[in-house]
């Protein structure tokens, strides 16, 4: 396999890229979502938790774990091509494996394909500190 | 296939449960999640659209989406089972198919099976007024 | 929603087409891959079970079932856009719900979206006879 | 993250398992299914390719890769537990990334959860000599 290209977007770019095109992700709360890394075909970004991600009994909800997974893939994917409004999440599978604990939720993506018309992407999920995954994600965008 | 038994909760009693049990889902607007129907193995339910879950360009988040679709098959369950608490999600699939309109979102869903460990079931989502499904998600829940 | 258009290829010219283009379909027995209806973004087929398709316990195996779901959706696509060698499944998800008879399989598939990139289409598995799902599956072909 | 405990079952009582209870592998052509490897949570098999496997163009069905990554998942759990004959499928979901080459295909399982209910691993297909993925799964078994 040929090495893959360095990404075109640093993490401050794509952290201005989000807030100026997704005004709704700061819903999550100011600053809540944040691009931690970027490398070729790979990202990690955090998502600080508050109560408004958590459900009863102390775990991070399901949507809120759909969220910052098809974020990250779609970070990974502008930091590979460069600032793409367009693409658009085709389909999504996510396999829930443990409860999360209330703290913050990292998200480690790595590009499996960069195609023209199509990227897939997987995402591994963490609780803060903590190596065994909470959940399993992987998905397709379609490119403009 | 003998036919499935009549559900055991009634739409009055699927939304007291999921205000009472569920504040969270209070964020998405003060009465915008709605159980609007019930039947053998079978739901319907309504999610009025708000500015909050809208994305550039005026369409339905992936995350909203996938939120109404995930609570749909949490109560198709509910409804056929019984109230439930620790039910979760384990897997989730969703294939995004069109934009929706920035009109309220709905979500029939139908139970495809009903163990003693784990329920199945699709979820068709339309936006108000059309036939066309914007997206269709199939999941499974564990039963405690 | 407009109404789909009526299927291009009939039942025969799609038996016809399998049989010259997929000879290796010949080896689930000689005429065991029937279409047995096509329907505007619909159609059926039928896999006649034989030894080389069963489990132990007599149960049809899980792959012979993710063959008969991805060939309905491929020849679903063909019978409504003509034949098109090339296209090719990007994903597919599957659930298995119960144990099938080792009795024929019957698959209905339906066309969710027809786009000109891809093509979203669902599947139930049947035992012959029988109403319940065996398995449920959703696909996507990218057309060329 | 605990270290997962080492595997119950070696290379060759795995392969003398598969031989014995299920007889249908052998379709795949004789020595085909190749146990190459186990570790704590994972496991690497190899399929030699045949005719039967190829679609035409020279390329690995569809089918076959799901076969493949479905065997490898089982053979993960089993190495990690011992033998049970009755695991069974219960999700799978496969993206197929890159035409497969003609040649012997090569599955990296590894389990991303091993509960007392539920396992779920992922899987890496690539042909024999390279490191690109061809394929890429994820699936859920129920234990008895």
Redesign the interface.
Known sequence: ?THPAPPLMSVAALQTFLAQ??P?IG?QGEGALLVEAVGPMTCRMRLKIG??H???GGTV???TM??LA?VALYVAILAQIGPV?LA???????????RPAPRDLIAECRL??LGR??A?G?VALMSEG????VA?A?G?Y?LP
Chains 1, 2, 3, 4 share one sequence.
């Open positions: 396999m095109r997704f709704q819903q109560d408004q958590l459900r009863p909800s399901g949507p759909f969220l098809d409004e658009v999440t085709t389909s999504f599978n996510i396999n829930f494996l443990r499996l394909k018309k199509l897939v997987d903590e190596s065994a995954m399993h992987t397709t379609a």
